[in-house]
């Protein structure tokens, strides 16, 4: 059943809005004017998005509310319309990316009070806002697409804000140019799909009419799977193109709050939810996920240990976690994946805003090795990280154990052992470094550089009430998807629900092997399992910091080898830039540049000029000026012709 | 009567001459005065031609020829004198500014 609701376009016009308004006007309509609009348009698109949530409550299960904006192409059989859904799993990501972000623009507002280029930061935040809407809204794969690369674009434009620094600038092409690489597989999924639709006639991307048709799409299922899931593990930032979210953390601290953390690098999981259908087609290609999404989750946090920067630790935490979501999807709980996603998206916005609380108090530094003891000084940045953190660590009652719980129960129940055993291994090692960055951070001695020590200030209250009601939902928001034998059950799954109903078939789940988990003990014993698994890491994490904070320095020097192994991030960077940096610029180089450009095409070009002027030399020197030279060769002539003529004639 | 054939030859002997004239001598003068000896040549030729086949054509045409040449040799003069006004010479050679 769906409903017509025009009152959706509310949703992008007011951020399209406050991109006009900041972009012309914002300069001359001042700092407070910015700080209005900016936030408020999103605050607006918020207030809308409750409003369709609520109507969307009210409508029976798998109810949708939409929104036909126009026509876009119409080439031939084929037709692009524009136009928004909000159903159940968009409402979920709707309302995420504007309630989220707009507490992360108003954190903003404080944030970037001391930068002159206010008015750019909100015009690029609210297209970003404008953006990321666009792709969740999205009710067919095209537009979809539009979203995806207006966020690509965002990032890129955001992560080199500050471009005087080349460093920073290189690091925005970076993110720029890896994207580009996943989206060229997204689009390559594009097209497999239509083509195998208009093979029989259907011309359309719209989810709806794919999902109707998905029989269709069967023979195709698994590269177009496929060709999706590379696209996102670019803009999600997994394995094998995850490189550039460590780096783009030169960026502003609430646009990694808001864009490499809560919302764009989600997009890929949201992608995966809404092509539920297609997937579940092809259980080859989400085992792919699922494992893509363990090891990645795996491999992430363990360079995270090492890591001293703390937002540098905050984004291998949430490539981490991101490979958590991708594994929920992979392996079928597609619901538990959208719910990570949600309290990921409240925890780790909290936690990166609260690290731009630490480094805006400390100007600056964000060297984990030169803070502690900021525990006094920053009370209500403490508090909150620190629930961020419980959170992130899976305590319960924080909104991360349930969620992190449904995952690990998906892995377990569809018959993946291994992953499930990676997982809750992983879900340990994170306990362990976040509990180092706030043990490091706040506790302890303090290792500030004695000029800043006394300048250390807590953020104001513009930057402290996103921190606070972010802690809020990062400790209720997880309450909507209880377990099913408690209070009213797990009411996040049943509200998703018939979006992603179809139950996980085929080489997946092999017969007899589906784990009945809905048993009260079994349930316990997985959740106290991963439970026990994150009270481990913290407690290490306490041991090593707090009581013997000696030890790490001499842990790291008895194996030197694996730390540099993490330290220098498995070495990925450098083998990619030797794999294929290098050979690309090599190849440009000397193959095409001077292999193809200057010698094919500028030797084509130089030696068309080079024979016309070698032959026009050539052909000068006939014209002597001397008269008689042309007479005798007159004469040559006539001679010639006559010969013909006699030659005719006797002939 | 004289054989055509012993006009044709007297013919063909002063062209070439006349040829040769203006192929290589370097006075300018006597490669003209070379150009009215081929003129003349033809002229010959027209004249032998066209009493034998019994037409008044070929003696029609020296005339014109004639006048043409007459006309000619006043503007050739001309030029060759307003060449050795500017150059000081009329040997062939050393005119040759139209080269590379």
């Not at chain 1, 991109?19 to 607006?44: H, S």
């Not at chain 1, 609430?254 to 992608?271: C, D, E, R």
């Amino acid at each position: 059943m769906t409903q017509d609701f025009p009152a959706l376009g509310l949703i992008l016009l007011f951020p399209a809005l406050g991109v006009l308004f900041n972009l012309f006007y914002g300069r001359r309509a001042g700092r407070g004017a910015v700080n209005l609009v900016g936030p408020g348009v999103i605050f607006l698109a918020f207030a809308v998005t409750l409003w369709g949530f609520v109507v969307l409550l009210g409508m029976p299960p798998g109810a949708s509310l939409q929104c036909s904006l126009w026509p876009w192409i119409a080439a031939g059989s084929f037709h692009a319309e524009l136009g928004l859904r909000l159903d159940a799993l968009s409402a979920v990501m709707t309302l995420v990316v504007t309630g989220v972000g707009a507490f992360i623009h108003l954190y903003s507002a404080g944030y970037m009070a001391e930068d002159e280029d206010y008015a750019r930061y909100f015009t690029y935040l609210n297209l970003f806002a404008l953006s990321m809407l666009v792709l969740v809204l999205a009710d067919n794969l095209l537009q979809m697409f539009i979203g995806w690369e207006g966020v690509g674009l965002c990032s890129y434009l955001l992560i080199a804000f500050w471009f005087d620094n080349p460093q920073y600038a290189y690091n925005g092409r970076k993110a720029f140019i890896v994207n580009r690489i996943g989206d060229l597989g997204f689009l390559l999924g594009i097209f497999t799909i239509v083509a195998a639709l208009a093979q029989h006639g259907v011309w359309t991307l719209n989810f709806a009419a794919m999902q109707r048709h998905a029989d269709l799409l069967q023979p195709v299922a698994l590269a177009a799977a496929l060709l999706l899931f590379f696209g996102a593990t670019g803009k999600s930032a997994q394995i094998p193109l995850y490189v550039w979210l460590p780096d783009a953390m030169v960026g502003p601290t609430p646009v990694s709050a808001l864009i490499h953390a809560a919302t764009m690098v989600t997009a890929g999981v949201y992608m995966i939810a809404r092509l539920n259908f297609l997937y579940t087609l092809a259980p080859a290609a989400m085992q792919v996920v699922a494992t893509v999404g363990a090891l990645t989750a795996f491999f992430a946090a363990t360079i995270a240990i090492v890591q001293s920067d703390i937002k540098r630790v905050l984004a291998y935490s949430t490539i981490s976690q991101i490979g958590y979501m991708m594994l929920g999807v992979g392996v079928g709980a597609f619901a538990a994946g959208v719910f990570h996603l949600m309290t990921h998206a409240f925890f780790k916005g909290l936690l990166f805003l609260c690290s731009g609380s630490v480094i805006h108090a400390l100007h600056g530094e964000q060297d984990m090795n030169k803070m502690g003891g900021l525990r006094k000084k920053l009370p209500i940045t403490y508090a909150t990280m620190l629930i961020g953190t419980l959170a992130i660590s899976a305590v319960p009652p924080f909104s991360g154990y349930f969620s992190k719980d449904l995952i690990l129960e998906g892995a377990f129940a569809s018959g993946h052992g291994w992953l499930w055993l990676i997982a809750v291994v992983t879900a340990g090692i994170t306990s362990f470094y976040m509990f180092r960055l706030i043990f490091m951070t706040f506790h302890g001695q303090s290792r500030l550089e004695p000029e800043k020590a006394h300048h250390v200030h807590e953020s104001p209250a513009v930057m402290a009430i996103p921190l606070i009601v972010l802690a809020g939902f990062s400790i209720i928001g997880g309450w909507v998807g209880l377990p099913e034998w408690l209070l009213w059950g797990d009411a996040f799954k049943r509200f998703l629900a018939p979006i992603v109903a179809r139950p996980v078939t085929g080489a997946l789940v092999q017969p007899g092997m589906m784990i009945e988990i809905h048993r009260f003990a079994t349930g316990m014993t997985l959740s106290g399992v991963a439970l026990a698994a994150g009270l481990i890491g913290i407690f290490l994490a306490w041991m090593l910091y707090i009581q013997h904070p000696e030890l790490p320095p001499r842990i790291a020097e008895r194996l030197r080898g694996l730390r540099e192994l993490l330290w220098r991030k498995y070495y990925i960077d450098e083998i990619y830039d030797l794999l294929i940096s290098r050979p690309l610029f090599w190849g440009s180089g000397n193959v095409l540049n001077k292999g193809i450009d200057r010698a094919v095409i500028d030797g084509i070009v130089d030696g068309a000029g080079a024979t016309v002027e070698g032959g026009g030399e050539a052909a000068r020197k006939i014209e002597t000026g001397n008269v008689q030279h042309y007479a005798f060769v007159y004469l040559l002539g006539v001679v010639a012709v006559a010969g013909y003529y006699v030659y005719l004639v006797m002939r | 009567m004289t054989p055509i054939s012993y006009h044709m030859a007297l013919s063909a002997i002063l062209f070439a001459i006349g040829v040769t004239g203006v192929l290589i001598r370097r006075n300018v003068i006597v490669m003209f005065l070379s150009v009215e000896l081929m003129l003349n040549a033809v002229n010959l030729a027209l004249v032998a031609l066209g009493r034998r086949i019994g037409s008044m054509d070929g003696q029609v045409i020296v005339f014109f020829v004639m006048t043409v040449a007459a006309a000619e040799a006043a503007v050739g003069l001309a030029i060759i004198i307003s060449m050795f006004r500017n150059r000081e010479t009329v040997n062939a050679d050393e005119l040759n500014l139209l080269r590379w």
